[in-house]
Each structure stands twice: as C-alpha cells, then as structure tokens.
C-alpha cells in the first residue's frame, strides 16, 4: 500500500490551450524535460499532440521521443556536447539551441549527413547558457554560413526573474534582446512560463511554457488556479494506521512534535521515499475527506502523520490528497521551502503512476 500519482490528461491538454490563448500570435513549444517534469516522457508527449513542438534538454531525450515515434520538431534547450550528439541532431532531426563556442568547434570539425535547425542563444541576463550580446555578431555570422545548418537560423534567450512582475531585470532583458534580434530579422523565443503570463513583451514568434503545461503558476504567490490552470498530477495515498496517544506523548522521529492533549493521530503512506518533501514541516495540509488536516511531526521514509482531532470519522483506508486536486502543489512546496518544479521531479519510482481523462 502506497502513494499513486493520478496525471490527468484532460488538464493537461487544457493548460496548453490556456498557454495558446495567453500567447495567441505565438507558436509553442511544450517543454518536456525531465520525464515531463515527473507526469512521464511519452504520456505527455503523446497527450500532447496539438502542442506545435516539443522541447527537451537534452539529445538523449529528444532521441528517446523520436525512437517512441513522435514526430513533432524536437528543440534540444542545451544542444549538443559530442560529436555523437551531433549526429545524432542530424540523424533524427533536432532542433538545437546553440549556446558556447565549443559547440561551433563541433560543427567545424565534424559533418553531418543533414543540415540541422539551429537556435542561437544569447545570454540577456540569465547568466547560464547562451553568448553575451557582444558576441552574438560573429556565432550569427558563422552558422549562418555553414553547411550542416539549416537555412533560417533563430534567435533565443531565456528569463531569470520572469515570476516577479516588479522585478526591473525581465525589462532590462527584453531590451537586451531586441537589441540584438532587430539586426538579424528572424524567428525570435523568449517566453517560459512566467513570460506566457506575465510579460506580453516576450510572447514572440514562439513561446515554451513548461510549468503552467502541468498546471502550477511559476508567478510568486500565485497559484495554477489563478491563472485558469487545472492539476495535471494529483499524488494521493491512504491512512494505514490510527493510534490514539495521551498528552504530552512525542510523535515519530525525534518526538519534534508532542500531543498537547489526548487525541488521535493517523498514519499514512507516504513519506520523502515517495518524494514527498521530508522538510515540510508541522501545520502543512493534506486533504482528508475534501478538508484540510495537518501534518504533525517529522516526515518518515514511507509515511507521515497527520492530527486527527477535527476528523472524528476518519477510518484507516481512508484516501488523502497530498497535492493536486483541491490542494495546489504550490502551497505544498512553499511550506517545505522549494517550488512546484521539484515535487513534480522528485516523485519516485515506486509510486503507481495512472492516467484518467485520456
Ligand atoms: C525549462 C525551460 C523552459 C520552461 O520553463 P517553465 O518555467 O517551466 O515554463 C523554457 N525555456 C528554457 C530554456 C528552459 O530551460
């Protein structure tokens, strides 16, 4: 008896609608990184079929969804690192970002049987990949006379602080970046998530929301259902222990959290084995019966503990929801001090994964 993730297929395809109405000049690519940040590679992929592109970050992701046989454009985010990932690009037809000089050496000294759609990245701010905009001029110039590149080379940066809307860097970005996208005339990507929602200025010709595709916001102290987003994920467990303990009994690991009165306390299968956050202290939700009960003590391996003293009728068997439907994933991380991104991420392997609204 353990945790299941129930990935809605319906809501996903609902958020990608949302991402199109939000950026409705604009084409998409859904980001798929990370085994779909946790819903699964090819279910989403495939659950994905009106996206009009795909992106990863890496080539072996690109190649497992071509080896699976999806045939949208794939966009590998980090582009390649080997000659192998060269050919590869080439071989299955990637798109690649290109973001270091070492990946133009590649290009210098290998060739490749067809010519590949390239993505030059120019680092606005960020500070993590891409070229610095001083020398942008001369990665332009080069790929656009080599030939393993496809005519129609384009442009693309990315956003550090898109989620603050009084942060005064996204700004500062988008006029770094059209600064350098006015003197080329081409295809032009800005907008993650954060940019679909909050900064109509980086819906360009294309966007690639990632997060708001699974139904959380990337905006601070927002939630996927303030931006008529729905849970893709819902990770939900049972009660497989009640115990009734006298004032002053401790509870779990450490005794870090001791009963003030006598009451009962519930155990339930799931723990930081399952991906649940071990840091997410006492007082955070989980949704028992359509209400909230609070978590007490300290989060085990395989369980958890929840006070039971506003749920009278709470039986073991009972289902409780640790996120998703009716409990944002948002709030959950917040309490354990991350973000959404990493509990999609971190679930494990051995929780159940099952789809419904296919
Ligand atoms: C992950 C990623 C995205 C998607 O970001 P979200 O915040 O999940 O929308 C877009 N572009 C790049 C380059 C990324 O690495």
Same mark, same amino acid.
């Given at each position: 008896m353990g945790p299941s993730a129930v990935i809605d297929l319906s809501a996903l395809r609902h958020n990608l609608q949302r991402a199109t109405e939000l950026a409705p000049e604009s084409r998409l690519y859904a980001v798929i990184k990370a085994n779909a940040y946790g819903h699964g590679l090819l279910r989403v992929a495939r659950a994905l079929e009106a996206a009009d592109a795909l992106a990863v970050a890496r080539v072996e992701e690109a190649v497992e969804l071509r080896k699976a046989g999806i045939d949208q454009p794939i966009l590998v985010l980090e582009g390649f690192f080997t000659s192998d990932e060269l050919k590869a690009a080439s071989h299955f037809q990637l798109e690649v970002a290109i973001q270091q000089p070492e990946q133009l050496e590649l290009l210098s000294t290998h060739t490749v049987s067809e010519p590949i759609t390239c993505w030059l990245k120019v680092d606005t701010g960020m500070h993590r990949l891409g070229f610095q905009p001083d020398a942008v001029d001369s990665a332009w110039a080069f790929l656009n006379s080599h030939p393993s590149v496809s005519k129609g080379v384009r442009v693309m940066t990315h956003l550090s =602080?898109? +989620? +603050? @809307? =009084? +942060?005064p860097a996204t700004q500062a970005q988008l006029s770094s970046f059209q600064r350098s996208s006015d003197r080329f005339n081409t295809g032009t990507s800005i907008a993650n998530s954060a940019g679909i929602i909050?900064? &109509?200025? *980086? !819906? /360009?010709d294309w966007v690639r929301p990632g997060i708001m595709l699974y139904g959380a916001s990337p905006m601070s102290g927002r939630t996927g259902l303030d931006e008529g987003l729905r849970p893709v994920m819902t990770l939900k467990s049972r009660i497989i222990a009640i115990n009734t303990f006298s004032k002053g009994s401790p509870i779990g690991y450490s005794g870090s959290w001791v009963c003030p009165e006598t009451m009962r306390v519930a155990v339930v299968a799931a723990g930081y084995g399952d991906g649940? &956050? !071990?840091?997410?202290? *006492? +007082? /955070?939700p989980v949704l028992l019966n359509q209400k909230r009960v609070p978590l007490i003590g300290r989060v085990s391996m395989d369980m958890l503990n929840l006070d039971l003293r506003s749920q009278p009728d709470a039986q073991v068997g009972d289902e409780v929801i @640790?996120?998703?439907?009716? @409990?944002?994933a948002e709030e959950i991380a917040g309490r354990a001090g991350t973000i959404a991104y990493e509990l999609f991420c971190g679930v494990t392997q051995r929780v159940v994964f099952e789809e419904i609204g296919a």
């Open positions: =602080s898109g +989620d +603050d @809307l =009084s +942060d909050g900064w &109509p200025g *980086s !819906r /360009t649940y &956050p !071990r840091h997410a202290p *006492s +007082d /955070t @640790l996120w998703g439907e009716g @409990l944002p």
